[in-house]
């Protein structure tokens, strides 16, 4: 049997009981049912932290262009990439480390994690198409 026809199935069987099950990246996920949700945060959620405009900048520089090198953000910025930028999403878990780019300097290569794709509520990077459309391409 498939796993998306288990996974449907399972579903099926929670189906009214407070959560559902959702397809995240490459895997899947219960959360809480939509008609729950807004109950459920305003009794358990603090205000989420926002990320400075220039994290946010870049966190959707690495999502579009992904896996992408400090130097090549810096380069379609046209402005300097401060550590902590790359320190505090790294820290929010929106960011990882995926190995070194093969050429002089070696360095880092950066893609958004799975942490991302569940803070953001998005299946997959796909979503992100639209509003990310200009910022693909060579640099």
Do not use: C, H, N
């Not at 219960?30 to 990320?51: G, H, N, S, Y």
């Not at 401060?82 to 002089?104: M, N």
């Amino acid at each position: 049997m498939e796993i998306a026809l288990i996974m449907s199935e399972v579903d099926r069987r929670t189906e009214g009981r407070g959560f559902e099950l959702v397809a995240v990246g490459d895997g899947w996920m219960f959360r809480t049912a939509p008609d729950l949700a807004e109950a459920l945060k305003a009794v358990l959620e603090k205000p989420p932290e926002r990320l400075p405009r220039a994290a946010l900048e870049v966190l959707l520089l690495i999502a579009a262009r992904q896996p992408v090198t400090r130097p090549e953000i810096e380069s379609f910025r046209d402005a300097a990439l401060p550590q902590k930028t790359l320190t505090l999403l790294q820290e929010k878990g929106l960011i990882r480390s995926v190995g070194r780019k093969p050429v002089p300097g070696q360095p880092q290569l950066w893609a958004t994690t799975e942490t991302f794709l569940i803070t953001y509520g998005l299946k997959s990077l796909t979503e992100l198409d639209p509003l990310l459309e200009g910022l693909r391409g060579p640099l």
